[in-house]
């Protein structure tokens, strides 16, 4: 991650090893966890989407700091038909199937 | 391939699990909150028991710090909660105890985590990154909107760490209660937080409360934004932080990330150009020259300077004369 990011080379033993793999499949399970409780979430989420896109076209949309663009309700967007309300992308853009 | 989006999670959902890697002393329990399948970078809460002593010695990676209660003795002093240590690679640190002890943040930027017992810094060290404040008491709350465009009225920032090259950032935020912004934002680096107190609100991922985390990598949609009563969060960008604002919920990360490319086109059109022709794609981006030019060096002949500093020879004595003749 951040910063210099620098790393000085050595070897790491096999006790690391170990405990590295053991947090990365506990790490897999709390992925996969997340995943469907974010599943879960859809029916309130689309309720949470209207609601936005009320204050959007009656209060205004945030361009930029407490600068408020009033969004007239034709210029709204619409859900895609057939894509899944999906919002946990496990390593992004490399989750995402579409054409790149 | 890096690290995993975890978001939501809160760290009160999962127990405490002793550390047992070499150096750590016992005393040490931690909860992963997230880590890189490669390298192992991993990002950690720690509890360490009453009594906790650690012997001086030093990391492989570089990482950072945060008390978020409790005390640690170190150096011959004490520090508190709010107390922020940026600790390069190879930096070695005094012995570390905790008398009554302590509740950490703990971030492993680029390895897992190691402590090498030693009192003297490792000879490839940047010894001079190395700084640690209370945060709490020695900075002062700032405006949020550093980059534009930027967040609402109500978000404050204290900005901790800063990569010049990178642009990579750690800093402390809050919100204020009521705070609230509709607008659904991304950015083309990756993005984490760690709530120290209270709740926030995210429309895709619902209440992020005390001890709220999110790992999330670059061009993921999160917002409109809100927090009824308010919350402070340690907060960590890997490179440049830009607000990508839209209102589309159901754009993906490649729909973003080519919006973002677009704006680039948009905005600096003969760079863009330039970069998608000629083959001018090595990963590892082009070349910096002032990373690479050669420079004169400790040894370079007559290297002292000629002048006194306030010379300007270009510039021309402004001599006049009464009696020119002049065209004008």
């Known amino acids: ?89 496990k390593y992004g853009t490399e989750s995402d199937e579409t054409e790149k | 391939m890096a690290r995993p989006h975890i978001e939501p999670f809160v760290d009160r959902d999962i127990a405490f699990k002793n550390m047992l890697l070499p150096g750590f002393g016992r005393g040490m329990s931690y909860k992963i909150l997230s880590m890189d399948n490669e390298t192992g970078a991993c990002t950690m809460t720690v509890q360490l028991a009453g009594g906790y002593s650690q012997v001086p010695g030093f990391s492989w990676s570089e990482w950072e710090m945060i008390v978020i209660e409790g005390e640690l003795q170190l150096d011959g002093r004490t520090v508190r909660k709010g ?50 404040v209370d945060t709490y008491l020695d900075i002062t709350w700032a405006p949020g909107n550093i980059v534009k465009p930027s967040v609402a009225s109500g978000v404050m920032i204290k900005l901790l760490n800063y990569n010049p090259i990178s642009h990579a950032m750690t800093f402390l935020y809050c919100m204020t209660p009521a705070f609230y912004q509709d607008n659904i934002s991304y950015h083309d680096c990756a993005e984490e937080s760690y709530h120290l107190w209270g709740t926030s609100w995210m429309m895709q991922f619902g209440d ?45 990360p490649v729909q973003n ?32 020259f002032e990373q690479t030019v050669q420079l004169r060096g400790k040894d370079y002949p007559n290297n002292e300077p000629a002048t006194d500093g306030h010379q300007h020879s270009h510039w021309h004595t402004h001599e006049h004369h009464h009696d020119d003749d002049h065209d004008q």
Not at chain 2, 116 to 131: I, K, M, P, R
Not at chain 2, 269 to 286: E, F, I, K, T
């Open chain 2, 208 to 252: 992020v409360p005390t001890g709220g985390y999110f790992w999330r990598p670059a061009y993921i949609n999160h917002g409109a934004f809100a927090s009824e009563f308010g919350c402070i969060a340690l907060g960590r960008v890997d490179s440049k932080l830009y607000n990508h604002f839209h209102y589309n919920p159901w754009s993906t």
């Open chain 2, 83 to 132: 107390h922020y240590f940026y600790v390069p690679a190879g930096y070695a640190m005094p012995a570390v105890s905790s008398e009554k002890g302590a509740l950490l943040l703990m971030m492993y930027n680029t390895g897992e985590p190691s402590l090498v017992e030693a009192t003297d810094h490792h000879a490839l060290c940047q010894t001079n990154l190395y700084h640690d």
């Open chain 1, 1 to 89: 991650m951040t910063f210099k990011n620098l790393f000085i080379e050595h070897e790491r033993s096999k006790e690391e090893q170990d405990w590295v793999e053991e947090e990365l499949a506990e790490q897999g399970q709390r992925f996969e966890k997340i995943e469907q409780n974010m599943r879960d979430l859809a029916p309130e989420r689309a309720r949470w989407y209207e609601e936005f896109f009320d204050r959007l076209s009656i209060r205004g949309f945030n361009a930029d700091g407490d600068q408020k663009v009033k969004i007239k309700r034709e210029d709204l967007p619409v859900k895609p038909e057939g894509q899944e309300d999906r919002v946990v992308w």
């Open chain 2, 257 to 288: 990330q080519k919006r973002a490319a677009a704006r680039v086109y948009q905005r600096d059109p003969l760079l863009y150009r330039w970069m998608v022709s000629y083959s001018h794609n090595h990963p590892h981006g082009p070349e910096d």
